[in-house]
């Protein structure tokens, strides 16, 4: 079992498959993207079903596929496949931006993959396209209806961002009042590769609340699991339902059962804190199950006990960008 130096049992792994991107969302990159990997320093995907299973016997049990955008590696259904026969992993969730996943959605049904996350940051289309510098609308929208309607639990993600979209904040939500879907909005945080300088956040968790609750004075609070980073909600009447999550207000580091390993092997204990080693040569080496076991426990032996003393210890210096992290 995986237990870190403040006692938080850590279960859950979010496992970047890629740094690489179809769209270029501006709070995300800049719009000629980063400095991506040099493909032979991204796992295999062989190395990434071994990575899984060692984690997995060491008591992980739930595993988001994030990115970069994760179907932009055409063997991804390889590494979807090899989880699914997993023994102890007990959820297996995707988040993706939806452009490239309509090939594979009866696929990912048939393996029981049914928890995807679809970052779609506005309804007006050409809001959509501003912020993701690609005109990929039609295809996101249709994919999000079609997984909704084959009975996937789809949450949407969509970033309250200043000045650009927060006038879709209540469009949005009309998508949870005809579908059975959960549209969570986040706050902004900094890791945008320098695509734009960050303000700090003028739409907090509390103020995308208290514009939903002019709108619908009488939605009411759901129950979370005790990790859960959203507070979720229900307006009477709605086939589904909404959440906030804090990203950066960070309200929920006392519970963080969270391992990020990057594309490349980097691992990262906080999202405010820098990579604390790198996992890859020592997965291709020799001994590598033992080895892997041991530098996990280590780096979870010395976990920040918040995001705030996190950034405390890197002095707020934040220049890498979301699509290496894995959000
Ligand atoms: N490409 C996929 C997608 O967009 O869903 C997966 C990778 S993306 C980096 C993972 C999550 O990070 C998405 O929900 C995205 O909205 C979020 N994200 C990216 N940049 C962010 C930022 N600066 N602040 C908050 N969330 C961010
Ligand atoms: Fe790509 Fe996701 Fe970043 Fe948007 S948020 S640029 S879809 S990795």
Redesign the pocket.
């Known amino acids: 079992m995986l237990i870190d130096n403040h006692n938080r049992k850590i279960n859950y792994l979010r496992l970047?498959v890629t740094d690489r991107?179809n769209?270029r969302?501006n709070?995300?990159m800049p719009e000629n993207g980063i400095d991506f990997s040099k493909s032979d320093t991204l796992f295999t995907i062989e190395e990434l079903s071994r990575l899984s299973g060692i984690l997995v016997s060491e008591g992980i049990d739930k595993i988001r596929i994030?990115?970069?955008?994760?179907f932009v590696r055409k063997d991804l259904m390889v590494l979807l496949r090899n989880l699914s026969k997993m023994k102890g992993l007990k959820d297996i969730s995707v988040?993706?931006?939806a452009t490239l996943i309509g090939p594979y959605i009866d696929e990912l049904k048939t393996l029981g993959i049914k928890n995807i996350?679809?970052?779609m940051?506005a309804i007006n289309r050409e809001t959509f396209e501003k912020i993701t510098r690609r005109d990929q609308y039609d295809i996101v929208h249709d994919n999000i209806l079609r997984m909704i309607t084959e009975g996937f639990n789809v949450r949407i993600?969509f970033?309250a961002l200043s000045g650009q979209n927060t006038q879709d904040i209540l469009p949005m939500l009309e998508l949870a009042k005809h579908y059975n879907v959960c549209v969570r909005y986040?706050?902004?945080?900094?890791?945008?590769g320098g695509s734009r300088h960050f303000e700090g956040n003028a739409w907090d968790y509390k103020r995308i609340l208290s514009h939903i609750k002019e709108a619908y004075p009488n939605y009411v609070e759901l129950p979370s699991e005790a990790t859960s980073t959203s507070m979720n909600y229900k307006i009477p009447g709605f086939k589904g339902s909404f959440g906030v999550i804090p990203?950066?207000s960070r309200t929920f580091c006392g519970s963080c059962n969270r391992l990020r390993i990057t594309a490349t092997g980097d691992v990262i204990t906080c999202l405010y804190a820098q990579p604390c080693m790198n996992i890859r040569e020592i997965l291709r080496g020799e001994l590598s199950e033992q080895r892997v076991k041991e530098q996990i426990l280590k780096a979870i032996g010395s976990r920040a006990k918040t995001g705030f003393e996190a950034q405390e210890q890197q002095k707020g210096k934040y220049t890498n960008?979301?699509?290496t992290?894995?959000?």
């Open positions: 970047a991107c769209l969302c709070y995300c994030t990115g970069g955008e994760p988040t993706t931006n996350n679809v970052s940051d993600n970033i986040l706050e902004e945080m900094p890791f945008n990203s950066f960008s979301m699509t992290i894995g959000g």
